[in-house]
């Protein structure tokens, strides 16, 4: 499994027998800030994004600003973009050729082209979740195999086509956080909130991701 350490500062791998390997926690040398969310891209790296989010009071934020990044498969960690305030969840299309990102200061969800070499351009705004007097923030994200993206926001899940067309959303007893797909069928929605994990049969089907058993324990 792959996991980010937000107090730890750092990406992680932890094997069945839990032990856990530090796959990575710094950038040119400088702590991360507090990795919040990890994907395996269609190349068989590992993108991530790192905001201040869970950055611990007394803790020194060495990196100045909130990035993106790839994490290839030698342990070079290269920066995509830092264009956002807090990135948080993200998220590949079904053909891999686009990358969504949300950054939950601003309340958006981010859009980029991926080029051959996992590098991003033609970053542009792919959807709002303002919710008015709302708690809740563009999180966790999740597609499907039609490639609708599914993010937790205000008042629940946001569901949007490939275009940006916001589709409706999913109201929740409480306010969720993340999200993924299980059961052997992937047509089953596991949801994190506030107090409760929830389970959401769906006549869609989600999308399995690159590589998902995939086995990152030899990092170096």
């Known amino acids: 499994m792959i996991d980010c350490a937000s107090v730890l500062r750092a990406i992680f791998a932890v094997t069945p027998d839990r032990k856990y390997t530090v796959l990575a926690d710094r950038f040119e040398g400088r702590k991360f800030n507090s990795p919040n969310d990890v994907i395996v891209g269609p190349d068989g790296a590992l993108y991530f994004t790192d905001p201040t989010l869970d950055l611990l009071k007394g803790e020194t934020q060495e990196i100045p600003f909130q990035g993106v990044y790839r994490l290839g498969e030698a342990g070079e960690v290269r920066l995509l973009t830092k264009d956002l305030t807090q990135p948080n ?27 051959p070499d996992g590098s991003l351009a033609n970053g542009r705004v792919f959807g709002e979740e303002a919710g008015g007097h709302h708690e809740g923030v563009p999180d966790g994200m999740r597609v499907d195999k039609a490639g ?22 999913i109201e929740m007893p409480e306010q969720p956080a993340n999200l993924n797909w299980g059961d052997s069928d992937y047509r089953t929605l596991y949801i994190t909130a506030t107090t409760s994990v929830y389970r959401l049969r769906t006549k869609t089907r989600g999308y399995v991701p690159y590589r998902q058993g995939k086995d990152h324990s030899n990092r170096k």
């Open 89 to 115: 969840g993200l998220a590949f299309s079904p053909d891999g050729k686009r990358l969504y990102v949300d950054d939950s200061k601003r309340r958006n969800i981010r859009v980029y082209d991926v080029k």
């Open 148 to 169: 609708n993206l599914y993010v937790t926001g205000p008042k629940g899940i946001w569901v949007w086509d490939w275009q940006g067309h916001h589709l409706g959303t």
